[in-house]
Structures are given as structure tokens and as C-alpha cells.
């Protein structure tokens, strides 16, 4: 139907530009608007679906469902989508062009120091994350369809398989089965399953692993057998591939690759932080592992896949409301015992409910200048390891096991600033900030009601009634 | 041009009022009413004078079964507190008003569209369409790529595979679904006068024809008026009860 389209042509206006992409769903070009036109004030790509006489009627549906998928995204995890073809007339999508780097040139050199690592893994999960906010499972997460911005966010492109749990699947396992590439499926899709965001959080550990070890942890299996063997299969502990993979990183990678998406990490935005404070992970037997389980213990996890039963899952939205980051603002700067209480009761309350919620304490304090090497830096980290102490120290009451909580101090003169910055790039669900006590009438100016004014989500106040004098 | 599609309306003047004047909120030009107007509610008189003049107005109207069991004395095999409510309603009825019911086709098709108040598939059998078996058996015969209809009182929508399955998927309120005509599709609005699903907001929906898309809408509206209406007239407690509870 379009194969004949070549650079210099015109597609409903958009004249064509250089071929960027060949592959065997269709052809990438650059694209310029329609003259005349003011068109967005960022370059264009078109996309051009492979159909027509000898193309499955597959790939029909796939355009039809990336041109619905992608049309219900936003935010700086997607291209930017600027307009759709009709299909009975010619099919195209024509979105923004993300200036970077594909994740594929990470890959296929051999293993990636594991720092970078940690950095592409957690801007990976950031993007996975707001999709799976918008109720988008992406289903095809693969180094293929990530670009690295300069800036170091990841982007998500192709969304012809995905799934999005506002509307109709009408990709079905009557066109292939299962659907996704090889190495990277997770082992629900191989049964089938379309609506688990948890998948995605598999695929993240297939390419964390790959990046780390330069291997496919199951290998790049086409049969329905090989693909099964990923929901019992233990894969080589990449400390074994790679010496200098450190505990923690393992540890998060093969948390990723569990075959119940149940125990894996209840949602991409965690992933992300642990990814971001390594420090902070609580490395258990899989991270330490180097030597593969015994046969009984695969025998075990493979009679336990037989009766392999997916979660039912209504939406993404559901999985992340059980699994939300909550973050507590502590002023570890004033000793204040009774609001230290009232700021940890509300937090109480919010953590009860749900095991896969999460507690992240932040406070924040003013910058120590620092000349490296300096008596100022040796200050500078005693003061951080101070407040660190009053942080742990609040949140001991609470009673959270390690994994489920972690500590950050953060150096700013503007404490609304750091904490708006820290939820808004860290995916938090809801903030829990002190105000001033009651004799304080509560003004513009004050860091809760800016915090609660400009924060990208949920925030809870807490005041403390006036009564008898703070000891 | 956007259709708003009404089915289940069971003599519920409140719950109809709020979803007219919801759909003309969201731009409603046209309305379809997809049987069973009367029955279990107090208000089958007022209700029908407000579908008769639609259909005045060149509205489609399809007969359920407890408008043919309204028209024609006796009959159906149904639940007690129906029959009491059938009988009831017959009673509250003028001839004009009779006969308008028993008027009423069980099917119709328009342009691309096919209303019927069951399936498609033997209309007069009241096959209550809630799996995806049903949901392609009444796509089988609708020849027609949207098909809608009430009846079984949830909202729900299919779509028809190419090797002839249709494939259920449960709607979320006030999202708006593209419905293309590459492939035909079955819609269950919901009910508007009978909720059951423990939410007792009305149900119906609506079809844009020019974008091709479905929007599955939920109405809050005054139940606890209507079921004071079921009491005061006499008919049975559970009728009541049912709109409050919203199943």
C-alpha cells in the first residue's frame, strides 16, 4: 500500500525526508509539515506501517492500535504524537522526532559498567512508570524502542503492541501468539496475559541484565517451549558473567526477572529508586548468588509454574494505587517532638493499608559549601550522617522492614524547591508535610503551601492542634 | 452526529429525565430507546409520553419483553414482583398508550446500526446477552457493524474477531471508546431505570457516528424519589429496594 514512498514524496502534506528506519513493521522518515502550515515548533518523523497484498492482517491492527495507544499519551516519556492517517486511505503517524541516543548502542558491546547501568535502568523505569500512570502496558520494552535524551530521560516509541486498559484489546492471540520479542517477553505474556504492568517490569530486568552481562538471561528462544522455560528457569547470576556486577545491582536485576510478577518490585517507580540509591537496597540471598539453585529447587519452581495462575488485574492504576511511594517531609532541622509524632501518625495510617506501598523520608537542609577535600566537605558529610540519624530515628517507630523504606538528605536553600524537585523526578503518589503550629496562620509564602500548591501529587498537611507548650 | 442510546428505562421517570438531560448536556441530537420503556417502575404513563413524542420526532423504539408483556394480556413466564408490576402497569395505561407497545418492532436497522432490545438472534426469545458466545451469535445475524442493545442490565461492549469470536471488554464511564467500522461490534448500554451492579447511578450511552466512537456514561439521579413513587403506589417492596441498593 505505501512501500513505494521514498524520500521527496508527500504524505497528506508531510513531505518525507531522510529514511532514518527500515525495519519489518515499516519505514521511519524525517518529515517536514505541510507549507503554508505553521506545524509544532519541534522536527517531525513520519511512520509509515508496512501494509498491503502479503502483509498480515496483523499489522492492520497494530497500527490501528499504536494510532490509539499513542494518541492517549502525553507527558516526556512519549514522542509527541501530531497527527494520524486514516487506514482505509494511508495509514501513517507523524510524531515528534526525540533528539538521542537509541538504547541499542548500549548493548552488543559487551557489558556496560554498571554505574551507567543503574543510571539507563532507572530512566527506563521512570518512562515505564508514567505509562503505566496514563493505564498503558507497553508490552514490547526492548533497547529497540528507547531513546536516551542528552539530557539522560528515557523515552518510550512503539506502541503497536501495547496494551491500554481503557479500551478494547484488539490484538488477540489469533494473529500471533504470543505476542512480543523473544528474549524480552515476560512469562505471563507468554501465557497470554496483556494487562500486567508487572510484565513491563520484567522486560526492564531482561534489558538490565543484558546491559550488565551482554546476555540474554533466557536466551532468544521462537518456540512456545523455549519461551516457557522462563516461568520456572533461575538465570545465571550475572556476578558469575560479570565479576565487578555489584550485590545490590543483582539484586534488583533478578527481582525484575521473577516469573510471579507478584515478587517482583510492585511497580517501575520503585525500581527506579532503588536504582537511584543503591546504598539503600537490601541485597538478600539472589543478590549474593553466584552458583545456580539445585535441581530440587527447580523442580520445585517448576511444579510451581504448572499451576501458574495470572493476577486479575483490572487496570495498571489499580496495581500502582496498592503500590504508591509516599514521601514524608521531616524537618529534621527543628527537634520538634510533638510534630515529629503528628507527621508519623498520618504516615501510619497511610502505609497500613497496602504492604507494597512505600515510605521515602527526605529532609532537607541547607547547603554546606563545599571545596573538595576541604575541612567544609568533612563537615559537609557529618552534618548529612546527623540528619541521616534523626531521619532513621523518627521513622524507627513505624516498624518498616528496610525494603519498604529509605532515607535522603537533601542539601538546598529552597526547601520547597528540593522537595517539589525530588517528588516530581522520583514519580511520588503522595506528600506528607508538617505545617507551621496553629498559631501560625498559614500564608503563601510558607514551604507546605507552596509544596501543596505546585506538587504533581497528593498532599497531606498535617497541623498540630494548639496546645500545651513543645518540650 | 451524536446518538444517545436508552435501554432498561422500566417506568423510572427520575433516572430518564437525568440521563435526557445528561446526553443534551454532551450534545445529544438524537436518542434511541432500546426497550423494556415500562415495568418495575411508577411512572410508565409519564415515561411514555415522553418516548412517544421521540418517536414522534422520528426516534427508534424497540419492544422489549416487558412491553410485550404489557401489550398482550398475560403470557411470559416471569418473576413475581414482575408480573404483579406488569399488571400493575397495564392498568396505569391508556388505550393510545397500549397500543403504541404493542406497536412496537422488535428489531430495526438504520444505515450501519441495528437496535433490538435482546439479541439479535430469535429477538422474541429475550436471550440475555452477557457472554461472548451470545454476543457473537447476536453479531452473527445483526448484519450490521454496530449492534446495540440493553436487556441484561450491566454495561458492556464486544468486538468481533476475524475468525469470528467476539471478545467482551467492560467499560469505564465517560470514556470515549473508537468503535471503527472495521470490525463490528456489540454494545449492552446498561440500564437506565433498573441499575444492578451496586452502583445506582442510571446507565446509557453514547454514539458519536461521525467519529466513530462510544461513550459509556453512569447518571446519578433521585432514587430515593422513585422508589418512594414504587411504595406509594403499592408494588412490591423489592422494587424498591432495588433501585436504593443499585442491584
Known amino acids: 500500500m505505501n512501500s513505494h514512498l521514498q524520500t521527496g514524496d508527500v504524505v497528506d502534506g508531510f513531505r518525507l525526508g531522510e529514511q532514518l528506519h527500515g525495519g519489518g513493521m515499516g519505514r521511519i522518515f524525517r518529515a517536514t509539515p505541510p507549507p503554508g502550515e505553521a506545524g509544532p515548533n519541534f522536527p517531525l518523523v513520519i511512520k509509515l506501517p508496512r501494509l498491503g497484498p502479503g502483509e498480515p492482517s496483523e499489522t492492520v491492527v497494530t497500527y490501528e492500535m499504536e494510532a490509539m495507544v499513542h494518541a492517549a499519551l502525553s507527558g516526556p516519556h512519549v514522542p509527541r504524537l501530531v497527527a494520524t492517517g486514516d487506514l482505509a486511505v494511508q495509514p501513517y503517524l507523524v510524531m515528534e522526532f526525540v533528539e538521542g541516543r537509541s538504547l541499542k548502542d548500549w548493548v552488543g558491546r559487551g557489558p556496560v559498567d554498571p554505574g551507567e547501568v543503574a543510571r539507563l535502568g532507572a530512566a527506563l523505569a521512570r518512562a515505564i512508570h508514567a505509562l503505566h500512570q496514563q493505564e498503558v502496558v507497553h508490552l514490547d520494552v526492548k533497547p529497540a524502542n528507547v531513546i536516551i535524551r542528552p539530557d539522560g530521560e528515557a523515552v518510550l516509541v512503539d506502541f503497536g503492541l501495547a496494551h491500554h486498559a481503557h479500551f478494547p484489546d484488539l490484538l488477540t492471540e489469533e494473529f500471533r501468539h504470543p505476542m512480543g520479542s523473544g528474549p524480552y517477553i515476560s512469562p505471563e505474556q507468554v501465557l497470554g496475559v496483556r494487562h500486567d504492568p508487572r510484565s513491563d517490569l520484567f522486560a526492564l530486568g531482561v534489558v538490565l541484565y543484558q546491559l550488565v552481562t551482554g546476555h540474554y538471561p533466557f536466551g532468544s528462544p521462537h518456540t512456545q517451549r523455549g519461551l516457557r522455560t522462563r516461568l ?69 519452581r517448576w511444579v510451581m ?113 528540593a522537595l517539589l524537585d525530588y517528588a516530581r523526578f522520583n514519580q511520588v503518589d503522595h506528600l506528607v508535610i508538617g505545617a507551621p503550629p496553629a498559631e501560625v496562620t498559614l500564608k503563601a509564602g510558607f ?25 | 452526529m451524536k446518538l444517545a442510546l436508552f435501554a432498561d428505562i422500566h417506568a423510572n421517570l427520575e433516572a430518564l429525565e437525568a440521563c435526557l438531560a445528561h446526553a443534551g448536556e454532551q450534545g445529544a ?35 422489549g419483553n416487558h412491553d410485550a408483556a404489557v401489550a398482550a394480556a398475560g403470557g411470559d413466564t416471569m418473576n413475581r414482583s414482575a408480573e404483579a408490576a406488569v399488571d400493575w402497569t397495564r392498568r396505569q395505561l391508556d388505550e393510545g398508550q397500549l397500543a403504541f407497545l404493542a406497536g412496537l418492532p422488535l428489531l430495526v436497522r438504520r444505515h450501519d446500526a441495528c437496535f433490538v432490545h435482546a439479541s439479535a438472534d430469535r429477538p422474541a426469545d429475550w436471550t440475555y446477552v452477557q457472554d461472548a458466545l451470545r454476543a457473537a451469535q447476536s453479531l452473527a445475524v445483526a448484519g450490521a457493524t454496530w ?78 424519589a422513585a422508589a418512594a413513587k414504587i411504595r406509594a403506589a403499592g408494588l412490591p417492596e423489592s422494587l424498591a429496594l432495588r433501585l436504593e441498593r443499585g442491584e
Open chain 2, 147 to 224: 449492534v446495540f442493545s440493553g436487556h441484561v442490565h450491566q454495561q458492556a461492549l464486544y468486538h468481533l474477531t476475524p475468525a469470528g469470536y467476539a471478545k467482551p471488554f467492560k467499560p469505564l464511564p465517560g470514556v470515549v471508546i473508537p468503535v471503527s467500522a472495521r470490525r463490528p461490534w456489540l454494545a449492552v448500554v446498561g440500564s437506565v431505570g433498573q441499575p444492578r451492579d451496586g452502583n445506582t447511578a442510571a446507565c446509557y450511552a453514547l454514539f458519536d457516528t461521525t467519529r466513530a466512537t462510544l461513550t459509556f456514561h453512569r447518571v446519578p439521579y433521585d432514587w430515593p
Open chain 1, 305 to 417: 509454574a504448572a499451576g501458574y495462575e495470572p493476577s486479575p488485574l483490572e487496570r495498571p492504576s489499580q496495581q500502582l494505587a496498592t503500590a504508591s511511594i509516599v514521601l514524608a517531609a521531616v524537618p529534621t532541622l527543628h527537634k520538634n517532638e510533638r510534630r515529629f509524632q503528628a507527621l508519623r501518625e498520618v504516615v501510619q495510617r497511610l502505609l497500613a493499608s497496602d504492604p507494597d506501598r512505600r515510605l521515602t523520608c527526605v529532609s532537607v537542609i541547607p547547603p554546606v559549601s563545599g571545596l573538595a577535600g576541604g575541612k567544609e566537605e568533612e563537615a559537609g558529610t557529618s552534618q548529612r550522617i546527623e540528619h541521616l540519624v534523626r531521619l532513621r530515628h523518627w521513622a524507627e517507630p513505624l516498624g518498616l522492614p528496610a525494603a519498604r523504606i529509605s532515607y535522603h538528605v537533601i542539601e538546598g536553600g529552597d526547601p520547597a524547591a
Open chain 1, 447 to 471: 514551604i507546605s503551601t507552596r509544596v501543596a500548591a505546585e506538587a504533581p501529587c497528593t498532599v497531606t498537611v498535617v497541623r498540630v492542634r494548639a496546645g500545651p507548650r513543645d518540650g
Open chain 2, 29 to 63: 441530537e438524537e436518542v434511541a430507546f432500546l426497550g423494556d420503556l415500562v415495568g418495575y417502575g411508577a411512572d410508565p404513563g409519564a415515561v411514555l409520553e415522553r418516548i412517544r413524542a421521540r418517536a414522534a420526532g422520528g426516534a427508534v423504539v424497540v419492544r
Open chain 1, 232 to 300: 520456572w528457569q533461575v538465570p545465571l547470576a550475572p556476578r558469575r558473567l560479570v565479576p565487578g556486577c555489584p550485590p545490590w545491582l543483582q539484586e534488583v536485576i533478578l527481582g525484575c526477572l521473577e516469573p510471579q510478577g507478584a515478587d517482583r518490585h510492585p511497580s517501575a517507580a520503585q525500581v527506579a529508586i532503588d536504582l537511584a540509591h543503591p546504598d539503600q537496597v537490601t541485597v538478600g540471598e539472589r543478590g549474593r548468588r553466584l552458583l545456580q539453585p539445585a535441581l530440587w529447587a527447580l523442580a520445585k
